[in-house]
Structures are given as C-alpha cells and as structure tokens.
C-alpha cells in the first residue's frame, strides 16, 4: 500500500492501485537515479554517530518512490535501524510510541497520516513532534509533498527535519532501465505503426461547387497529394529517432520522470511483446468540480489514499450523502478509483491533471 517502486529479484513492482502490479522479467535488487539522496542520508546517519543529530525528511508526490528508497535505506544499516509505517491515518498518540527495544535510528513511512486535518485533529501529529525532538535518537521519515507544504505553512515542520530530500524525478534513461529490467534480453520488441495505419500519399477529398441555375451545391471529388506524410517519409533527417527512443521520450514526458506514473503507462499503452510509440500516453482529463468536490479530491492527493468515513469526518459532513456525491463524480471523470481496500486513490494516469487543476484552485501548493 505504500509509495513503492523497486527493480526486484522477481520482476518490477509497482503500487498503482489496488496492490503491486508485477511486470514480468527479471531485474536486480536497488534503486535507480537516488544516488545523490542515498549519500545525503548515509552522511547524516553517520554524523549522528559522531552525535549531530539532524532529522530528516524525504518529500514526493505520490508513486515518487518514498517508500523505495527508505527502504534502501534499510538494506544499507542492517541491525542498525528500527522501521515504522503508518498504512492509514493515526488517531492515537500510542500507535507513534517506540518501545525500549527500538534502535537509536528510526525509519518513519507514511507520516502524512499522522494528522487529520479538522478541528481537534492534530493530537497524534503534535505527539510525533515531542517524539521527534528527542536528542536520543535520529528519525529519518516520508512525506507526502503535498501534505508536507500544507504541514509546513501552518506549523513550521520543516524546522524538524534539517534534512530535508526533496526526491527528484527520474531521467529518460533511469525510465527505461527500470523499466526493462523487467523483461530478458530482446524479450520487448519496439516497432513503429503499421504501414496500413499510415497516412496515404494521395486522397481525395469533396469540394463544393454551386449550381446557381439549379438552386444547390454539388460535391467533387479531388485528389489531393499529402505534401507533410512525403516530407517526412523520404527527406532525410539528421538523426533517426528508433521507436523506442520515441516510446521512452514519451513515457518521460507524459509522466515528468515520475517512476510509478511511467510503469502504469507502460502497463496501459504496451502490448506485450511489442510496444509502439503511438500507443503510450495520450490521456486527457476534463476536470470540471465544485468546491467541495475539489477540496475532496485535494484530500485524497494529500493523503494518496482514505477511506469514505475519513473524508466524511474531514470535510465536517453530517452524513455520508455528500462525500458519496463528491466520490461519485471524481469516479465518473476517471480522476480516482477505489482499491481493494475500500481506499480512495487518484488513478496515477490522471495524476499530472489532477495535480495542475488543484493548483489553480490553490488548494494545493
């Protein structure tokens, strides 16, 4: 249920939705194009051995790869860290207590379910803030970006965690690693459109011509030549971009180096074992809300997943007649699905709109 996107033994997995998605393959154990923000964390780890203590941070979107890279983490300082994670949102100051057993680091995923934002909401998170202002121990946690800058407008969060990683989108090339790590050697085959599905060289096309003495218009059909198609079939270019060249630059762009949003449009636009450029991306979401629907769709971004009940008690509804209405219409624009866990998530290929219209609303920031 977490942000989570690794280069596994067994394949590539990707949280999407309703659990990980497996693509078929084989790849190696690690994550791609995190180096820098690995080196950060190692560094602050072992200046906290030498007894500075900086908190830190790691901040993304959703399907940023948080998760992942905590993880990393993790793997580097076996029996050196203690590991939390908050799968929903928290309501009591006893689920963030440690126990004496816990290791002088400790690994917090998922802290944006550490508050809810309503009046009287705000316990447990002012709890965690005591917790982590220990000189004891040194708290490395995940943030949601969008949460995070709400956190750190009103209350200062930031003044916590010295350390703060933003975690940076993927490069083209870093896309296409982890993605065909997935899959053997020459198992996917890149192939540009069909030539049945190409434009024609010439075709015709109807041109009225009016008839005054006989009152109307009459349709000719005249050739015409597809000057551009002949262009750009038979010039020479400067340099021929291969087909999957074009798929990755595509999935780099529809995405923005996003590494859960590219695996769901290659998981959407590949056909296996071919996968074509035409096929990739493409989604375009009219986004048309009330406020209130907005403000819900706001919260699920912020929180990446909730549950009916919670946004019903975070919008101050009576009952859950109006949050059903808001949940009905952002299902019927495609902007978010309900997973199996009765969570409500943003469909990740809606994500890049979803993100942009709350913008503007200045709902999220």
Not at 184 to 191: D, L, N
Not at 231 to 254: P, T
Request: glycine share 10%; aromatic share 10%; proline share 4%.
């Amino acid at each position: 249920m977490q942000d989570n996107i690794i280069c596994a033994n067994h394949g590539i997995y990707v949280d999407h939705g309703g659990g990980p998605a497996k693509l078929s393959g084989k790849g190696e154990l690690g994550v791609l194009g995190f180096e820098e923000e690995i080196g950060k964390i190692q560094a602050a780890i072992a200046d906290f051995e030498l007894g500075n203590t900086l908190n830190i941070a790691l901040i993304a979107g959703p399907l940023g790869g948080k998760t992942t890279l905590l993880e990393e983490i993790e793997r580097k300082n076996p029996g050196r860290v203690t590991k939390l994670g908050f799968p929903a949102v928290v309501r009591n100051k006893k689920e963030i207590s440690l126990s004496p057993t816990s290791r002088r680091v400790v690994l917090l995923d998922d802290c944006h379910f550490l508050y809810m934002r309503k009046i009287g909401g705000f316990d447990a998170f002012y709890g965690f803030l005591d917790m982590i202002s220990s000189r004891e121990r040194l708290f490395i946690s995940t943030w949601n970006l969008y949460s995070w800058n709400y956190l750190n407008e009103v209350f200062g969060l930031g003044k916590y965690f010295p350390v703060q990683v933003r975690i940076p989108a993927l490069t083209q090339e870093n896309l296409k690693t982890l993605i065909l790590s997935g899959y053997g050697e020459g198992e996917i085959h890149f192939t540009e459109e069909l030539e049945s599905e190409k434009e024609p060289v010439v075709y015709l096309i109807k041109f009225p011509l009016p008839f005054a003495l006989l009152g109307k218009k009459i349709d000719l059909l005249l050739p015409k030549i597809n000057f551009p198609y002949l262009e750009k079939r038979f010039l020479k270019k400067e340099k021929e971009v291969s087909a999957g060249d074009r798929v990755f630059e595509k999935l780099y762009l529809e995405s923005k180096g996003n590494p859960g949003v590219a695996l769901r449009l290659w998981e959407l636009g590949a056909g296996y074992p071919q996968a074509r450029p035409e096929k990739i991306g493409g989604f375009s979401f009219e986004v048309e809300l009330e406020y209130e629907e907005a403000f819900v769709l706001s919260l699920i971004l912020s929180y990446q997943r909730l549950t009916r009940a919670e946004i019903a008690e975070m919008t101050g509804s009576d009952g859950e007649e109006k949050v059903n209405e808001a949940i009905f219409r952002l299902l019927h624009q495609k902007l978010i699905f309900i997973d199996g866990d009765a969570f409500c998530r943003v469909r990740p290929e809606a994500l890049g709109s979803v993100v942009s219209y709350l913008e503007k609303l200045r709902l999220v920031w």
